[in-house]
């Protein structure tokens, strides 16, 4: 069937709030090289998404400047000249730099993945853009070991929920903090050992409580603000801190003295902007040592809540209203 020169994608008319993202007509993209394009069938809502849409979070060079869309699932409708991973009609969910919330979207090869055994499309779009952040920042920055522990801020997130299951899939203490009494049950629910609420508990108090006063191994933030100096202190000695984000600022004081007494390590990446080649090698980890988990049916993404592609403003105001749990998908086929 030959591919249309014709696509809906879901633009940012200008910056602002949900409603600016409308349903607009563009040309289907032609595959490079090294891409493949996929006809769309999920993707996935992240939090970037919502910065992009406020005007707060430029793309990367070469990356749609007004649609937003960091993860995908669909089938491979074209490939590059040099593709050699991918054909035409395999099922693949990928990490993609843009673009995401749209008929069709060109992916990378190397950091396209299968559809794991017994995934809907919805269920694997949920999973590229979390899974990378939580496996390369926990596991290959932060490296979690079995039998330590770990404190997650944000855990009914789909980063939390994506770092409950993996953390506990490779046998470590979870700890994490959420905003209300029913998050701490759903993250419970998840495996999570110990929940915080931290509009009503000093999480710092609590994580040492927990830990029987020793503090954890690593930290998980994507807070920022005043919780860094505050993750030092939940940290036990020789403790790691990894960044992901910093929703309450970037600009914060430490006390330096504290680092070097509990020789402490505060670390941290982004995942959009990073070549490639470094993208493409968490997704290889990925598929090695997660994947069989997935197929086994042993860790399922989250799923909050699906829209329609072209109700993209819904679920955007879903993810700024902070009661999801899990993953927010959009779906092309409805």
């Known amino acids: 069937m030959p591919l249309p020169a014709r696509m809906t994608v879901i633009a940012i008319t200008k910056p602002g709030a949900p409603d600016v993202l409308q349903p607009v007509e563009r040309d289907v993209p032609k595959p490079g090289a090294s891409e493949i394009l996929v006809k769309v069938a999920a993707a996935g809502v992240n939090r970037p998404d919502v910065m992009q849409r406020q005007g707060n979070y430029p793309p990367p060079p070469g990356?749609?400047?007004?649609?937003?869309?960091?993860?995908?699932a669909g089938e491979v409708a074209a490939i590059g000249s040099g593709v050699k991973q991918w054909k035409v009609g395999d099922q693949v969910t990928a990490l993609v730099s843009g673009g995401g919330y749209a008929e069709y979207c060109l992916a990378e090869e190397?950091?396209?993945?299968?559809?794991?055994?017994?995934?809907?499309?919805?269920e694997a779009a949920a999973l590229p853009e979390t899974f990378m952040t939580v496996w390369h920042n926990v596991f290959q920055r932060g490296a979690l070991k079995a039998g330590e522990s770990l404190l997650i801020h944000g855990g009914s997130s789909g980063i939390g929920t994506t770092a409950i299951m993996l953390a506990k899939a490779f046998g470590a203490k979870v700890i994490v903090t959420a905003g209300s009494p029913q998050k701490c049950e759903a993250c419970k629910k998840l495996g999570a050992d110990f929940a915080i609420d931290y509009k009503t508990q000093d999480f710092v108090a609590a994580t040492k409580e927990a830990t029987g006063g020793?503090?954890?191994?690593?930290?998980?933030?994507?807070?920022?603000?005043?919780?860094?100096e505050r993750n030092h202190d939940a940290a036990a000695v020789e403790?790691?801190?990894?960044?992901?984000?910093?929703?309450?600022?970037?600009?914060?004081?430490?006390?330096?003295?504290?680092?070097m007494q509990k020789r402490l390590t505060h670390t941290g990446s982004t995942l959009r902007p990073r070549p490639v080649a470094d993208k493409a090698m968490i997704a290889h980890d990925l598929e090695a040592k997660v994947w069989p988990l997935l197929a086994a049916g042993k860790i399922k993404p989250v799923i909050d809540s699906t829209f329609p592609l072209k109700e993209a403003s819904k679920a955007h105001a879903r993810m700024e209203s902070s009661a999801h749990v899990g993953k927010i998908v959009l779906e092309a086929g409805r």
């Open 63 to 72: 990356a749609p400047v007004d649609i937003p869309g960091l993860e995908i």
């Open 110 to 122: 190397s950091i396209a993945l299968p559809v794991p055994k017994g995934f809907s499309m919805t």
């Open 214 to 228: 020793r503090g954890v191994d690593l930290v998980l933030d994507m807070v920022g603000g005043d919780y860094a």
């Open 239 to 259: 403790g790691r801190v990894v960044q992901i984000a910093t929703q309450q600022g970037f600009k914060v004081t430490i006390n330096l003295l504290k680092i």
